[in-house]
């Protein structure tokens, strides 16, 4: 779920990049900025880096499973599913000769969001679909004490960025579990 949620948004962002810059290269990548062994990940410069920030559980919404019924009249216990919301990086890795078309591009990618209203749905994001019906996006605001501990956590030396919280992915994988019978009332 996570993926396919955030390959269908990086492939959008290239589309709409490509369109309102009149370029023909994807300029987003999905990936860390840095190696677990502390190296750089990212070969390519000028290029915008998408990269999966946090992962929380959704608390607003029900952890109650249900019931449902099959097709012949039984039921089955269905549990709900983890609901999650995921926060996502857009960090400028250009080269300091690029430094302002670094920050045309995060301007560009707060636009997208912004074109958007913030919403990714199978009309507007076509490989969502069969994935989920609708994600929003919120810019997260950072005060400088934050944004450096994020920094510090991913393990990179700033870069201008922008933080966005995608709402809610719901995991859930449905176990074949035993059918309980229809009682009728005699």
Known sequence: MIHEVMGAIQAELNKFLKSKHNITEDKVLLSNLVNIDGT???????????????IEQERSKSTTGTYEQTEKGGFIKVNAPVNINIMIM??????????????KFI??????????????DPQNTPALNNVID????????????????????LGSKYLPSVLYRLKTLPIQHKMNTPVIPYIKNT
Not at 45 to 52: E, V
Not at 107 to 120: D, L, P
């Open 90 to 103: 857009f960090s400028a890795y250009f080269t300091t000769e690029n430094y302002m078309e670094g920050l």
């Open 107 to 120: 301007s560009s990618t707060i636009a997208f969001f912004q074109s958007r209203n913030g919403v990714f």
């Open 40 to 54: 750089l990940a990212i070969q390519e410069t000028d290029k915008i880096i998408m990269t999966l920030g946090n």
């Open 134 to 153: 609708k994600v929003t996006a919120e810019l997260l605001p950072m005060e400088f004490r934050d944004m450096s501990n994020v920094w510090s956590v």
